[in-house]
């Protein structure tokens, strides 16, 4: 069994209070700037011990995560302009398989460090996986009741204007009974 590996200690970046973190990402993502011209704004602001390196890291990542955002983006409207007025449960389907996608690039992804080694996970990570998944059984599930009710109710309420189609013709009660079961798919 290999030891899990000691919690790498947080860079410069990740100590800082979370409104400097979205300064920086407005500042390079939204506007551009340099790091260096991030670095001076900081230190401008009274935050002197941030590494060049670290906000490199950084920014990287934000570079990185944005342009998921953007093909994640784009493919879900290529997704919903090739689904376009599908059933909700196509699209409930497509949910579900998006999110297990998600899951398991999550769960096959390796370090940043570069030593090709996965991730580890912490309990609570773990815990978090769990749950997710055990939230997608219960929504497929959901989605699946919720369809065969739709569909169930939807096919008596054609039985039934069927039937009532059928008497106001002057059909027999006989006949009209036959249409409504036959409309049903069932002795009744």
């Known amino acids: 069994m290999v030891a899990p590996r000691p919690r790498r ?10 409104e400097i973190k ?20 900081l230190r401008d602001l009274g935050q002197g011990d941030i590494s060049r390196s670290a906000l490199a890291r950084h920014t990287k990542s934000l570079e990185e995560i944005g342009a998921q955002l953007r093909h994640s983006r784009e493919v879900a409207q ?11 449960d196509r699209v409930a389907d497509l ?19 570069g030593d090709g080694k996965p991730v580890m996970f912490e309990p609570e990570d773990v815990r978090f996986l769990s749950q997710s998944l055990q939230s997608l059984a219960s ?20 039985a039934k204007k069927a039937g009532d189609a059928a008497k106001s013709k002057g059909l027999t009660a006989e006949t009209v009974d036959f249409i409504r079961k036959a409309v049903l798919g069932s002795d009744g």
């Open 9 to 18: 200690r947080p860079s410069s970046i990740d100590r800082l209070d979370p």
């Open 22 to 41: 979205d300064l920086i990402g407005k500042l390079r993502i939204d506007f551009g700037w340099t790091l260096d011209e991030i670095i001076k704004k």
């Open 78 to 88: 290529a997704l919903v302009a090739q689904v376009g007025d599908a059933p909700e």
């Open 95 to 113: 949910n579900v398989e998006l999110l297990h996608s998600v899951i398991l690039r999550l769960v096959t992804a390796t370090n940043d460090d």
């Open 139 to 158: 929504a497929r599930k959901t989605n699946t009741d919720l369809v065969f009710r739709v569909r169930k109710e939807a096919t008596e309420a054609a």
